[in-house]
């Protein structure tokens, strides 16, 4: 927690991200959203994971939407990163949802249905609203994280007629966020046209960019955070690497 004397209570969420912390001051501030921009494979995915499995591990609830994996391949991946699903499942604290798939945690969807939902999510934009607040509903604590892995899922898998209905969904998740002073990480890969991503952009309250150059002898990895609400102490590049815990952030 850190106060700003005659301003407000600043209180963060520690990110799980080693160095992450030391940089931004404690972690992340309440009451923000933070966009995560960077090619696949960059180690977004990873950063989330660690974000979900550090607010788990704090006795905090996790709503984690993905809109890349079905969930038993989403597990998989965070039981790679030392982070087993089944037991915050089960204790009521880590809500999984894919609203592409129409997959939540606790449900079983008959397979035709499933089919036929995922043509309706195209199209229908109050549908994937529907079940991330059905996911939403399920947490019951005041402590609960956010994460949307990723939003190229979302807009890929919108029409061009649906974008507005999505633009509008995902403002209005980053309003409560603030409001319930939540924290939520959102994923945006830049195979996503450049308008688009500036748009995300300006209704965010951070941006975090993940920067990999393959082409060197030994691979570079920076993370670029361009802004972070009341930390602008933490804007600068930073070296990360990928372990297989995560990733690891170093200052230089």
Known sequence: M??????????????????MDQITGGGFPKETNILLLGPTGAGKSSMCIQFTKCGLELG????????????????????????????YED??????????????????????MQAARFVEVE???????????????????????I?????????????????????????TITRRVRLQK???????????????IERLKFIMDGVMEFKVELDLDTPERKLIIHNLLFTDKAIGRYNYILTSHGIILNRY
């Open 91 to 112: 204790e009521g604290n880590l809500v999984l949802v894919n609203p592409l798939s129409m997959e939540i945690s606790g449900a079983d969807i008959d397979e035709q």
């Open 147 to 171: 994460v949307i892995d990723s939003l190229t899922g979302l807009l890929l898998n919108t029409s061009d007629e649906g974008l507005h209905e999505l633009y509008r969904l995902i403002e």
């Open 60 to 87: 905090e609830q996790v709503l984690y939407i993905s809109t890349q994996l079905p969930l038993y391949d989403m597990r998989a991946k965070m039981m790679q990163l030392g982070l087993d699903t089944r037991k």
């Open 123 to 145: 199209q229908n934009i109050t549908t994937i609203a529907g079940l991330i607040n059905e996911g939403k509903r399920k947490l019951m604590k005041d402590q609960i994280r």
């Open 2 to 19: 850190v106060s700003i004397p005659g301003i407000t209570e600043i209180i963060r969420d520690p990110s799980g991200v080693p160095g």
């Open 182 to 196: 939540h924290v939520a990480l959102f994923t945006l890969a830049p195979a996503i046209d450049e308008r688009t």
